[in-house]
């Protein structure tokens, strides 16, 4: 009988390697192709011809502008993700544990909201935003997106699950509401904030639509927009292009392996509850 269950878990073992190498190849070619030169695409090369040259082009070439479009990314990336960290989880816990008029309205709403593909919506937001004045600025880019509607369901669903009792004992201990939340239940939502963290990260820091949308200042790039101008520019140039994807997935790649754990307990503990 252990003889079997063994060999069981030694080919779940197997076959979740086979399974991680068959959808890392993607991404190994990319990083492979990235550090070769043109002449050695779709050829295996030795370690001696790999070059960072393309990167080095990247960073030292004035008409790339790479650092700036770093840099609007890094900063987009973090001012949505604080936000979303601080409304998301206000509105469901308000959603989930307060009783006010036209509550179950609004969680009506948020819930057709998601319902709604962001292009349908694209045009009304941009003129709100043109209005406003902040086109081609970290505003327009950033303000829109401080919340969404699915963390805030995502975010519902998990305060649900958690007791009353754990509110009402911090009110007798004098905490207002606010203080309930901030103190005692927040920490509780860890798993659950990161998750949608890692979402947020993910979303922003690849999106094209909006930022490509909202800006036409090549100096307001964000790096997914500048690369695909160099796309334009270079479409030849298969190594410079890829050394261009991974700059854009590294970190996305990188934040996931740090938080990957907390990440798969809050998807498993969210949206359990109704």
């Given amino acids: 009988m252990k003889t079997k269950k063994g060999l069981a878990l030694t080919g779940n073992y197997v076959l979740l390697i086979v399974l991680g190498v068959l959808f890392a190849l993607p991404f190994l070619y990319t990083l492979y192709t990235s550090l070769v030169t043109m002449q050695d695409v779709n050829h ?15 960073f030292t070439n004035d008409a790339y502008n790479v650092p700036q479009w770093l840099w609007n990314t890094v900063a987009m990336t973090a001012i949505v993700i604080v936000g979303n960290l601080i409304i998301n989880p206000m509105a469901g816990f308000a959603l989930a544990k307060l009783d006010f008029a036209g509550k179950k309205w609004i969680y009506w709403i948020v819930v057709a909201t998601m319902m709604v593909p962001y292009q349908m919506i694209l045009i009304p937001v941009y003129v709100n935003v043109a209005h406003l004045g902040w086109l081609n600025s970290v505003l327009g880019l950033t303000i829109p997106f401080l919340y969404q509607s699915l963390y805030i369901f995502m975010l519902r669903q998990f ?64 790096l997914v927009v500048g690369l695909n101008s160099v796309k334009d520019m270079f479409f030849e140039n298969t190594p410079l292009i890829m050394a261009g994807v991974v700059l854009a997935t590294l970190p996305i790649l990188v934040f996931f392996f740090i938080f990957q754990k907390q990440y798969i307990e809050g998807v498993s503990s969210s949206g359990v509850k109704g």
């Fill in 44 to 58: 295996l090369a030795g370690f001696s011809k790999w070059t960072l040259a393309n990167y080095k082009l990247f």
């Fill in 159 to 222: 305060f649900i699950s958690i007791p009353g009792e754990f509110i009402e004992a911090a009110r007798l201990d004098g905490l207002t509401k606010m203080g309930a939340f901030w103190r005692i239940v927040y920490p509780l939502a860890r798993s659950s904030l990161i998750t949608m963290s890692i979402l947020a990260f993910s979303g922003t820091w690849n999106s094209y639509l909006i930022p490509s949308t909202f800006t036409s200042d090549p100096t307001k790039y964000v």
